[in-house]
Nanobody
Framework: VQLQAYGGGLVQPGGSLRLPCAAS????????MGWYRQAPGKQRELVAI???????VYADSVKGRFTISRDNAKNTVYLQMNSLKPEDTAVYYC???????????????WGQGTQVTVSS
């Protein structure tokens, strides 16, 4: 199983970026899909998560600016980031809680991370 995230880059304050992340490989089912981020010298933190039941949770710091969505047919989760601020600068990681066979347990898988830098 592989999670491939891309779409990061350098953007000016107030700008926008869209991060897609696709899960591929032997996947039987996916529960939660989400995005986390880690800034230099800080711990990894939750940005947004979308559950299989349709519940969405955002970190307070991104509410009203970021939107998470998913395409279950493509095993893909997206993070639309608007009104970006310098404090949003971090490596962004996608995550999926998935199982690879009918009888296996759900486990959390991580993408490789994509750098987002917000700077003028």
């Amino acid at each position: 199983v592989q999670l491939q995230a891309y779409g990061g880059g350098l953007v000016q304050p107030g700008g926008s970026l869209r991060l897609p992340c696709a899960a591929s490989g032997s996947i039987w089912g996916i529960n939660d899909m989400g995005w986390y981020r880690q800034a230099p010298g800080k711990q990894r933190e939750l940005v947004a998560i979308s559950t299989s039941g349709g519940r969405i949770v955002y970190a307070d710091s991104v509410k009203g600016r970021f939107t998470i969505s998913r395409d279950n047919a493509k095993n893909t989760v997206y993070l639309q980031m608007n009104s970006l601020k310098p404090e949003d600068t971090a490596v962004y990681y996608c995550s999926a809680d998935l199982k690879t066979t009918l009888l296996s347990a759900y486990a959390q898988y991580w993408g490789q991370g994509t750098q987002v830098t917000v700077s003028s």
